[in-house]
């Protein structure tokens, strides 16, 4: 088990740091063998994500390694320029939780914001919650809504809840340094600074101060409805 922790913390460890560098990331020269291989550290980078979510850490690192060979490849023969995290650099954990069912821009940019903070970790809704909460099942299954959250680059890695939700339970699998709220969820602030507290986690609570205009999955679901 401690094994298992120490590789799955070295592989989200080598993520950051890709993610860092490709943040960075200033081409040289315009050539289109050189976006191609940019294209390839980008998938290998992605690769290494889904690998993670899937808890296979050994090939997660293997992936990121391949990434960072191709990236020290290109910067020793003059092409791109990048900038690898500062030694003791640690990317903060932000948790978000939601439904996120038919994604929309709203929750990309809700998303964007948190990965601002640092990395994401989302919590999804399981789908007897969603039935529990909202008198319907969701439009997307769990599995569906989890499979699409983890093509998004801004997402480190999703979680599919517990039924009953078990905040404490999460809390102490992600060990987040940020939870990041959606601006309609300011009625989870008393529940999870109860199970923060329960978990021994200390961890700052922050909130999207607004949503994107327009956009909600119940006016889009109304919408395909009356279309």
């Known amino acids: 088990m401690e094994q298992e922790a120490k590789c799955k913390n070295n592989a989200e460890k080598y993520i950051a740091n890709l993610e860092e560098a490709t943040k960075t990331l200033q081409i040289q020269e315009e050539d289109k063998t050189v976006e191609q291989i940019i294209r390839l550290v980008n998938d290998y980078l992605s690769d290494a994500r889904y690998y993670l979510s899937q808890n296979n850490c050994l090939t997660s690192i293997a992936c990121s390694s391949y990434a960072e060979g191709l990236l020290d490849a290109l910067r020793l023969l003059g092409k791109v320029d990048f900038r690898w995290p500062q030694q003791g650099h640690h990317a903060k954990r932000v948790l978000v939780g939601g439904v996120f069912d038919i994604l929309h821009p709203g929750h990309i940019y809700f998303l964007r914001k948190a990965r601002e903070l640092g990395r994401v970790y989302v919590v999804l809704a ?60 300011s009625y989870l602030v008393p529940l999870i600074e109860k199970s923060l507290k329960e978990a021994g986690i200390s961890a700052e609570i922050k909130q999207l101060d607004k949503r994107l205009e327009n956009y909600s999955s119940t006016r889009i679901k109304q919408s395909i409805k009356n279309s």
């Open 126 to 185: 399981k789908d007897q919650t969603v039935l529990e909460s909202k008198g319907r099942p969701p439009v997307l299954s769990e599995n569906e809504r989890a499979e699409i959250l983890r093509e998004l680059k801004t997402v480190t890695e999703v979680i599919i809840g517990t039924y009953p939700p078990d905040f404490k339970k999460i809390l102490e699998e992600v060990k987040p340094d940020i939870v990041f709220l959606g601006p309609d969820q």
